[in-house]
Nanobody
């Protein structure tokens, strides 16, 4: 069974940084596109960034230049480096693994940015 476990969330002041990690077990994910989504209270879940198996990346306009997604296929882990955090980045962040048959989701990690 495939499991995705996010870590690295927490409370940070505006302007600070956090690095989220998503560890994937139960499968090798090197051939999968991986993504990060977030959901703020009262809002819909939105794509933050994703990264293909070849390393191509895509970012939401709201995080371009501040966030960086990367992956380590040997460690079966995908990362989200978040810099210059703003209060509007406060949300639960979810990791997702895309497959031809659907998607696997993690349980999420809370990121809270205080202003």
């Amino acid at each position: 069974q495939v499991h995705l476990v996010e870590s690295g969330g927490g409370l940070v002041q505006a302007g600070g940084s956090l690095r989220l990690s998503c560890s994937v077990s139960g499968t090798m994910f090197s051939s999968n596109t991986m993504g990060w989504y977030r959901q703020a209270r009262g809002k819909e879940r939105e794509l933050v960034a994703d990264i293909t198996s070849g390393g191509s990346t895509n970012y939401a306009d709201s995080v371009k230049g501040r966030f960086t997604v990367s992956r380590d296929n040997f460690k079966n882990t995908v990362y989200l480096q978040m810099n210059s955090l703003k209060s509007e980045d406060t949300a639960v962040y979810y990791c997702v693994r895309y497959t031809p048959y659907g998607a696997n989701w993690g349980q999420g990690t809370q990121v809270t940015v205080s202003s």
